[in-house]
């Protein structure tokens, strides 16, 4: 049912909406005036899951090692041309 926080790493960004919804934040539970500023997460960056959350609830999440940003699930790989000096 919610599998927010089923995700390896979340991609965090600014909202900007102009739709006077109102969404329920995945990490405190609390309603969220979409016209407020708040953050989008996507979990493992995908669009189709992103959720609307307080700022203030990102900070914290962020801040208690919850919401892991994808470079620090996933260093950046070497590049290829890393690999093929590599070899040999
Ligand atoms: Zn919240």
Known sequence: MD???RARWYVVRPA?????ATYTCPLC????PALSQHMLVLPDG???RRRHAHTACVMK???AGRLPLREEVEPRRRGWLA???RRG
């Open 3 to 5: 599998d927010f926080r």
């Open 16 to 20: 900007a909406s102009r739709k006077p």
């Open 29 to 32: 539970r609390r309603q969220l």
């Open 46 to 48: 995908d669009g189709a």
């Open 61 to 63: 999440a962020r801040q």
């Open 83 to 85: 690999r093929l000096l």
